[in-house]
């Protein structure tokens, strides 16, 4: 499990990546993963990764989302203008049927092209910041709710 998840993790790393900026963020990546902490529990994520996104997430998404990533009252209803508020992020919602790859592409580009009112996150959070955050709140999840994820294809 543990070999097949880590190229995975490095691609994800690279394909966040523009030719300019390559070189910076991947000597970035390589600072994360040389720190030798292990994967939590078999997960694709390390706990560095978990403390780098735990402050990132608390300056930029627990105004809507909550302390703990537990969305908002009512999440599951549409507001006036069609749009839902801010669901949660803690494995109690839908975030888990979504595979990484789309979780971070919501942190990069958010909802408001698509009718929704998620800033974008590109222009703020690098991808290994986008990433970093994305296991910070999968680390809310219990280990049911992330095997049923990866069965899902969640790392796919
Ligand atoms: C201004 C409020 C707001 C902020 C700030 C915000 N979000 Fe969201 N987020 C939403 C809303 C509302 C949705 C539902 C889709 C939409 O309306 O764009 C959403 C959807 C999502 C989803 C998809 C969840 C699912 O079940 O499909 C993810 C993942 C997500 N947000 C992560 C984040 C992260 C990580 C941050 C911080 C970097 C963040 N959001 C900041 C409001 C916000």
Not at 33 to 55: A, K
Not at 116 to 136: R, W
Request: with cysteine.
């Amino acid at each position: 499990m543990v070999k097949k998840i880590l190229p995975i993790a490095g691609f994800l790393f690279l394909v966040g990546c523009s030719p300019s900026e390559s070189q910076p963020e991947q000597a970035q990546a390589e600072t994360i993963i040389e720190q030798g902490d292990p994967l939590i529990n078999g997960r694709w994520y390390r706990q560095s990764q978990v403390n780098l996104g735990d402050g990132l997430f608390k300056e930029n998404c627990t105004t809507c989302h909550g302390d703990n990533g537990q969305g908002t009252f009512g999440w599951k209803n549409r507001l006036a203008d069609g749009s839902f508020p801010p669901p949660p992020l803690n494995g109690s919602g839908h975030a888990w049927h979504h595979p990484l790859s789309l979780l971070v592409r919501t942190i990069s580009e958010g909802g408001i092209s698509r009718g929704g009112k998620m800033p974008a996150f590109n222009n703020k959070l690098n991808s290994d910041e986008q990433v970093a955050i994305a296991a910070y709140f999968q680390n809310f999840w219990k280990d049911e709710i992330y095997q049923a994820w990866i069965q899902r294809g969640g790392l796919n």
